[in-house]
C-alpha cells in the first residue's frame, strides 16, 4: 500500500518518533502517556506540561486546550496506523503479503511502548465524539487497504465490504480490551513479542483458509 495514498486520504506527514525531542513532540507523548494511564478527563493541562518538562503556557500555546492536545494525540495515532500499512510490499504469495500487513499491524499493537494500546481502549472505550472520529479513522485506513489488495487480486471482491473490515478491527482490537482476562487465563503477557507473533500467525492462518475443513 504506497505511502502516497494514505497522504492523499488524509494527509498524513510522517509520524514524529519518540526521538524527536521537539518541545510539540515531547508535549504530545506526554500527554499520549498520562491519556493512556488516567483518561483524558483524568488529566490535567499542567500534569501534562510537568512530564514533558515545560510550562503550561507552552503547552496552550502549542495545543490550545486539551480537546486540542487529545486531537493531536488522535492524529499521531492514526498516522501510526497509515504508516504500518503504508509501502508495504504486495509482491509475493496471499501467505507473505498477509504477513507482511499483519506484523505491520503488530508493531503497533505489540511494541514495547503499551502507550498506544491502552489510550485506544481507553479513548474507544469512552464513546464520546473524540473516540468516534477516531474510530472512523481506523475504519477508513482499513477500507482503503482492502480496496487496494483488491485491485492486486490479492483479497476476495465477493466479501461484505463493511464488515471484512470491522472483522480485522476486531482481531487487531479484540487483545486491547480483554488483555487481562487472557492474562489471567494463559498466564502470559498478552503483549509480549512471542504472544503477539504467535497470536498474529494464527490470525493470517485463519484469514487465509478460515476454520472449516471444507
Not at 493512556?36 to 500555546?61: D, E, K, W, Y
Not at 494500546?117 to 472520529?133: C, K, P, Q
Not at 485506513?141 to 487496494?148: C, H, K, Y
Request: aromatic share 8%; with cysteine; proline share 3%.
Amino acid at each position: 500500500m504506497t505511502t502516497r495514498l494514505f497522504r492523499k486520504l488524509y494527509g498524513c506527514a510522517v509520524p514524529v518518533q519518540p526521538d524527536d525531542l521537539t518541545a510539540r513532540a515531547r508535549i504530545r507523548e506526554a500527554a499520549l502517556a498520562l491519556f493512556a494511564r488516567n483518561g483524558v478527563a483524568g488529566t490535567s493541562m499542567r500534569s501534562i506540561a510537568a512530564r514533558a518538562g515545560v510550562s503550561p503556557s507552552l503547552v496552550v500555546h502549542h495545543f490550545g486546550t486539551k480537546a486540542g492536545l487529545r486531537d493531536a494525540v488522535d492524529d499521531a495515532v492514526r498516522d501510526g496506523f497509515a504508516g504500518a500499512l503504508a509501502g508495504i510490499d504486495l509482491s509475493g504469495s496471499v501467505d507473505e503479503v498477509s504477513g507482511r500487513i499483519n506484523a505491520g499491524i503488530a508493531g503497533i499493537m505489540g511494541g514495547d511502548d503499551p502507550n498506544v494500546r491502552e489510550y485506544l481502549g481507553r479513548s474507544l472505550f469512552e464513546a464520546d465524539g473524540a473516540s468516534h472520529r477516531l474510530f472512523d479513522d481506523l475504519v477508513e485506513i482499513i477500507d482503503a487497504g482492502f480496496a487496494e489488495l483488491e485491485r492486486a487480486r490479492l483479497v476476495r471482491s465477493d466479501t461484505d465490504r463493511t464488515w471484512r473490515t470491522y472483522a480485522v478491527l476486531f482481531v487487531v482490537l479484540g487483545p486491547v480490551f480483554l488483555s487481562r482476562q487472557i492474562e489471567t487465563r494463559l498466564g502470559v503477557d498478552a503483549f509480549a513479542p512471542d504472544v503477539v507473533a504467535a497470536r498474529s500467525a494464527c490470525n493470517v492462518d485463519l484469514m487465509r483458509r478460515g476454520f472449516f475443513t471444507a
